[in-house]
């Protein structure tokens, strides 16, 4: 259904629209996806993580196993703090958390070449030191000021390129927690998240307070089709429940806190009927969750496990069919769909699955399996 679904909204945007570069040639997302092959994906070497370039995105990982990573340097943040470097008109923040002297340092000196930074944070940590030497700094930090979450990781910068993922820009989150940290040129993805975040900013919408007006839920770039989601507004358990319902074959996941029963419903109502699942979930989570879905899984016979790592299994991701990325901030919890700011983007696009399975596959190699609860 949903797949007839999106071949109608297709071929209605290229009936309302001409194609521009993020719209040539568009490859649709058919029950047999294409290898999405446009552009070559090359490695980008770091010091401590993994990278990728494919041409209109980069992606990157954190590697808190590595033996040089208690020196927090060299890691994804460092890719983050150089874009900024660069900046020359604007810098907008969208930030649950913030310690990481590599990104202050960045906007600092953003803000001294008269750059304009703005950033809206979770209100129960601007008195971290970073923010406060950013506002002492004379830059407005407005927070949500509310119970919910102001949870979303993103930046924009010249209002040209994004940064999302799952990355708190903490040195927890850059050099001792799992997570995934991606880089976007797309205008119509860019101006999908310039509308939120001065929701935020502008017009002081946090939570249930913001409305559903994503300028481009769907866009194709380089003939990828990409679907972009806000939280609570925008229904975001349904959209995973509905890709996951439609997957045929794999559902690997990687999971901080779950403890949605509409997502693991149609989890197991796929398993059921002989579609591979595997996933590892954080051990911390799974231990202190109450109603968490790990017991269940387990107990099911799937291929789950608990992360090994001191710090934490950060990311918040579906791979499905090898062919579809659910990512971004959005835990798969009660909280994320209705109280918390969050985001995810949906990629139909092989070489980015196949970078994330990777990551599911170094994660998978960490695990412990604890045993369930009776």
């Known amino acids: 259904m949903r797949k007839n679904i999106v071949l109608l909204l297709f071929f209605l945007l290229a009936a309302c629209q001409p194609f521009s570069s993020e719209t040539e040639t568009?490859?649709?997302?058919?029950?047999?996806?294409?290898?999405?092959a446009q552009n070559e994906v090359i490695e980008i070497p770091l010091d401590i993580g993994y990278g990728v370039d494919g041409g209109?995105?980069?992606?990157y990982f954190t590697d808190p196993i590595h033996p040089d990573a208690d020196s927090l340097r060299g890691g994804p943040d460092r890719r983050l703090a150089s874009a900024i470097d660069d900046a020359r008109l604007s810098v907008d923040l969208a930030v649950y958390s913030f310690s990481l002297w590599s990104i202050r340092d960045a906007i600092l000196d953003a803000l001294h070449r008269g750059v304009q930074v703005r950033i809206v944070m979770e209100s129960s940590n601007r008195d971290r030191d970073v923010?406060?030497?950013?506002?002492?700094?004379?830059?407005?930090?407005l927070g949500d000021r509310r119970e919910g979450l102001m949870h979303d990781k993103?930046?924009?910068?010249?209002?040209?390129?994004?940064?999302?993922?799952?990355?708190?820009?903490t040195i927890g989150g850059g050099y001792k927690d799992n997570n995934n940290l991606m880089r976007i040129h797309s205008q119509k993805i860019i101006e999908n998240y310039q509308t939120?975040?001065?929701?935020?900013?502008e017009d002081d919408h946090f939570g249930p307070d913001?409305?559903?007006?994503?300028?481009?839920?769907?866009?194709?770039?380089?003939?990828?089709?990409?679907?972009?989601?806000?939280?609570p507004d925008d229904g975001v358990a349904d959209v995973i429940v509905d890709l996951i319902s439609n997957a045929d074959e794999?559902?690997?996941?990687?999971?901080?806190?779950?403890?949605?029963?509409?997502?693991s419903e149609a989890i197991q109502a796929r398993a059921a009927e002989g579609v591979t699942v595997a996933g590892v979930m954080d051990y911390s989570q799974m231990r202190s969750n109450q109603g968490g879905e790990?017991?269940?899984?387990?107990?099911?016979?799937y291929d789950v496990h608990t992360d090994g790592i001191d710090g934490l299994m950060h990311h918040k991701v579906f791979i499905i069919d090898e062919q579809i990325v659910i990512t971004g901030s959005y835990n798969f919890s009660r909280s994320a769909e209705e109280r918390n700011d969050e985001n995810i983007l949906v990629f139909y696009n092989t070489d980015i699955a196949e970078e994330f399975l990777k990551e599911f596959e170094r994660v998978k190699a960490q695990v412990v399996t604890p045993e369930t609860s009776e």
Do not use: C, H, K
């Open 26 to 36: 568009p490859t649709l997302p058919t029950i047999e996806l294409p290898e999405n």
């Open 56 to 59: 209109w995105y980069e992606l």
């Open 131 to 141: 923010p406060q030497e950013l506002t002492g700094a004379g830059i407005t930090i």
């Open 154 to 169: 993103f930046v924009i910068i010249d209002r040209s390129e994004l940064w999302i993922g799952s990355m708190n820009f």
């Open 196 to 201: 939120e975040f001065n929701e935020m900013f």
């Open 210 to 231: 913001t409305v559903s007006d994503t300028p481009n839920p769907v866009t194709f770039v380089n003939g990828t089709m990409i679907e972009t989601y806000f939280s």
């Open 250 to 263: 794999s559902i690997y996941f990687m999971a901080y806190s779950f403890t949605s029963d509409p997502i």
């Open 294 to 301: 790990y017991d269940t899984f387990a107990q099911a016979g």
